[in-house]
T-cell receptor
Framework: AQKVTQAQTEISVVEKEDVTLDCVYETRDTTYYLFWYKQPPSGELVFLIRRNSFDEQNEISGRYSWNFQKSTSSFNFTITASQVVDSAVYFCALSEARDSGYALNFGKGTSLLVTP | EAQVTQNPRYLITVTGKKLTVTCSQNMNHEYMSWYRQDPGLGLRQIYYSMNVEVTDKGDVPEGYKVSRKEKRNFPLILESPSPNQTSLYFC???????????FGPGTRLTVT
């Protein structure tokens, strides 16, 4: 079963629109970690944010904000006033502890296209 | 400069010919991991390592081997590559698997 679901495969918006990328996760652990990564067209993977399961405080960083809700197992990402440079594939990921370390599960990604 | 390096960046090979993709980091990270990225499937973890001589399987370990003899290196070994292992491979490292990972630039592998 998919542990991290990003239901939106592709989103297209016009510059300056707000856009929310959804992420729903599944875990039985009480302690876990959630991440968002960005993969621009150049291909590298860039870390955006990390949240642990005990910190439900929402976070804002410039035009980016994240809404973590344990009640719905969601960790959504909103870009306000989108720009062309935001065009990328965005991945949500879940890290869970195992006996031998941490296993990471990534969602399938959401491809965001921002057009002028 | 802090970085994760992978070699080679591009590789075309034939079925059954053993190959190794190297991964090296200079940040003294304990945790290292390999992923493959395929269209429509996102990133899937192949193997991870919490420290020297400590490795474990991720979601898609079949057909791959790893070793962690030194802290800085984590090579990915394909003993007998098959066409379904054609993919984009990323190595990553971090101070533990619960914090942000630093990714290498990727290795595009084609097996014919």
């Amino acid at each position: 079963a998919q542990k991290v679901t990003q239901a939106q495969t592709e989103i297209s918006v016009v510059e300056k629109e707000d856009v929310t990328l959804d992420c729903v996760y599944e875990t039985r652990d009480t302690t876990y970690y959630l991440f968002w990564y960005k993969q621009p067209p150049s291909g590298e993977l860039v870390f955006l944010i990390r949240r642990n399961s005990f910190d439900e405080q929402n976070e804002i960083s410039g035009r980016y904000s994240w809404n973590f809700q344990k009640s719905t197992s969601s960790f959504n990402f909103t870009i306000t006033a989108s720009q062309v440079v935001d065009s990328a594939v965005y991945f949500c990921a879940l890290s869970e502890a195992r006996d031998s370390g941490y296993a990471l599960n990534f969602g399938k990604g959401t491809s965001l296209l921002v057009t002028p | 400069e802090a970085q994760v390096t992978q070699n080679p960046r591009y590789l075309i090979t034939v079925t059954g010919k053993k190959l190794t993709v190297t991964c090296s980091q200079n940040m003294n990270h304990e945790y290292m991991s390999w992923y493959r990225q395929d269209p429509g499937l996102g990133l899937r973890q192949i193997y991870y390592s919490m420290n020297v001589e400590v490795t474990d399987k991720g979601d898609v370990p079949e057909g791959y081997k790893v070793s962690r003899k030194e802290k800085r290196n984590f090579p990915l070994i394909l003993e007998s590559p098959s066409p379904n292992q054609t993919s984009l491979y990323f190595c990553a490292s971090s101070f533990g698997g619960a914090v942000e990972q630093y990714f290498g630039p990727g290795t595009r592998l084609t097996v014919t």
